[in-house]
């Protein structure tokens, strides 16, 4: 696939760049508020990870269609420590208590599909889809 | 889903419409039930507040910019208690699943565990063994030997719950390997003391005490680990008198050698063992006194010796508002001849 915009996660900032910009999208394509107030906070939880663990990644975007539905595809990538036991910390309670936010399940909870492949030392790429309704 | 969320978010505006016109508390009465129909259908809060946005912008199609930006600021924000709020809602039904999974275990334990009580002439047994929660870290067995003894185990795990009754099994499973034959009760527990040191962590022990009982003598030979003493009721004197014999707990040290005594009873005298989840047993900030059991056990000396440690047990699930602290177990051996 050939990602049409992306965003630099390096400092704090950039967080606040990569959920506008998801925002916008979102907006563009028709998503309706919630679901676009939705898309920006899985992205926020999404560059938040990138910038506490793997101190810098990025984040794509594009628009995607299948059959008759329309999407939007966010998939962020680094180059961190990477995640030892992706089943752990796809469990409920497990990141959150910590107060650390909603973590990747609530990403997951967010969006309509997601996928995560990370390796020790080498990083994590998520990726993840909400469709139009 | 769709038409329930339609009607209902039809009823918010009425209701809001209502409201704003009149204040008045049937609409706020009106809203409450709107609002548990949506926690009942998992609506989200954020959606809520759309419903919200929505119905205002319909009612009052003028209403003022910056006011209608603090609403997509609130829904904003409410992104993440909806979050949360799935997350809560998730874990509860884990909590569910794992209680009914504990349940089984809990069914499966007790078909494991299953001891018979020996029934011979004249001698009346009495025994009762209740988990404090689902799953028993307690344990009693009767073993009837070929030569007419009759073995009697009492153990406690250390600690209660799932990693107490899973410990449990091994003790369980040591002693039905046991010949049918008279062993001597210290080779019996340095057996198990052995068992259970290499197969746990060194964080588990099991206080346990083993007797063996001659029907026909009236002898019982015994020996302890660390156990809660037994009690030696003598009818003529109307008395309780305490045995036990000094040992460790079962898992410490490999090599524990283990001491023997042995008490004779006479018609209608009776054996009372335990585990401390009864000599532990606490009336609000007080722990009882072991005379406090001696004197529940004497009100019901007339009833056979199930339906005493059943009255007894009842008695301090009572003082405890009924739950108890620890699993308690409760045998009272009586000689009727």
Known sequence: ?133 | MENFFKEKADEYKKLLAEYIEFQDEKALYGVELVSKAFIKHNILPEEIVNIHIKALKELYPDLFASFEHSLDFLLEAMISYGLAHQEIQNLREQQIALKSEISVAAQMQKTLLKTKKPDIAGLDIGVISVPANQMNGDYYSFLQNLDGTIGIAMADVIGKGVPAALCMSMIKYSLDSLPKESTPPPVILGNLNRVVERNTESNMFITMMYGEYNPETGKLVYSFAGHEPGYYYCADEDRFTEFSTAGLVLGVSEDVEYEQAEIEIAKNDMIVLMTDGVTECRDGDRFIEIDEVFDVIRQYLHLSAQDMVQEVYRYFERLQDFQLQDDFSLLILRKTV
């Open chain 1, 1 to 133: 696939m050939n990602p049409q915009s992306c965003v630099h996660i390096h400092k704090e900032w950039d967080i606040v760049g990569a959920r506008q910009l998801g925002r916008e999208m979102a907006k563009e394509i028709g998503f309706s508020t919630v679901d676009q107030a939705r898309i920006a906070t899985a992205i926020s939880e999404l560059a938040r990870n990138i910038y506490l663990y793997a101190d810098q990644g990025k984040i794509s975007y594009e628009i995607i269609y299948n059959n008759s539905r329309t999407g939007l595809c966010l998939i962020a990538e680094d180059e961190g420590p990477g995640i030892s036991d992706i089943s752990q910390v796809m469990e409920d309670g497990f990141t959150t208590s910590g107060g650390l936010g909603a973590g990747l399940p609530g990403v997951k909870r967010l969006m309509d599909e997601f996928e995560a492949y990370s390796e020790i030392g080498k990083g994590t790429t998520i990726k993840t889809v909400k469709w139009l309704r």
